[in-house]
């Protein structure tokens, strides 16, 4: 069974410019998680969708967002870019929306410069 | 303030070596999960803790959830280079959102 899939695994972007990722599910999946990843700020919860609605978000700004096809498969945008939104940017799926066991992707390595 | 307390935050032994590593909070839960991750790489559960008191073992891996389900600790025995990652404790909030906490950097050098 495959597992979660991340794409792109890298990207450079400039300050400013807006920025996709996106993230394929375990099939079956129908949660989809969004975590930022900083050195400073450990694993922060950006949102998570379930069945195309957005369940839950965490505190960022309205920059960032996201959406949720049929196909569970997930894109989350980060728009108006700034240095500080370089992270590692990691998507997780589970089969239920309490995420009692998440599993996750490789992430996508974001740099801002 | 962190849902999660996580100690130490790095741990550096040598291979062979025992060590221990603690998650805590103030709050109490219905159950705790264990993640590790390696460089470059997303995290990768481990186990799911559920009972006050539950202790599991994974190989040279034994985790426990204290028993007012506040806290737990995860003990690596014998430690090999293969174990060398960032650990990471989550649990699910009342809002539904699995949150982590900061994390425990091992290093286990030959």
């Known amino acids: 069974k495959a597992g979660v899939t991340q794409t792109p695994r890298y990207l450079i972007k400039t300050r400013g410019q807006q920025v996709t990722l996106s993230c394929s599910p375990i099939s079956g999946h129908r949660s989809v998680s969004w975590y930022q990843q900083t050195p400073g700020q450990g694993l922060q919860f950006l949102f998570e969708?379930?069945?195309?609605?957005?369940?839950n978000k965490g505190n960022f700004p309205g920059r960032f967002s996201g959406r949720q096809f049929s196909n569970s498969r997930s894109e989350m945008n980060v728009s108006t870019l700034e240095l500080g939104d370089s992270a590692l940017y990691l998507c997780?799926?589970?089969?239920?929306?309490?995420?009692?066991?998440?599993?996750f992707g490789q992430g996508t390595r974001l740099t801002v410069v | 303030t962190q849902l999660l307390e996580q100690s130490p935050q790095f741990l550096s032994i040598q291979e062979g070596e025992n060590l221990t590593v603690y998650c805590n909070s103030s709050?109490?839960?219905?159950?705790l999960q264990w993640y590790r991750q390696e460089p470059g790489e997303g995290p990768v559960l481990l186990v799911t803790v559920v009972t006050g008191g539950e202790v599991k073992k994974l190989k040279r891996l034994t985790f426990q959830f204290g028993d007012a389900r506040k806290d737990s600790s995860l003990h690596i025995t014998a430690a090999q280079p293969g174990d060398t990652g960032l650990y990471l404790c989550?649990?699910?909030?009342?809002?539904?959102?699995?949150?982590f906490g900061a994390g425990t950097q091992v290093v286990v050098t030959p």
């Open positions: 969708y379930f069945s195309e609605t957005q369940r």
């Open positions: 989550a649990v699910t909030d009342s809002w539904g959102k699995l949150q």
């Open positions: 997780a799926s589970s089969l239920t929306t309490m995420n009692t066991e998440a599993f």
């Open positions: 709050s109490v839960f219905s159950s």
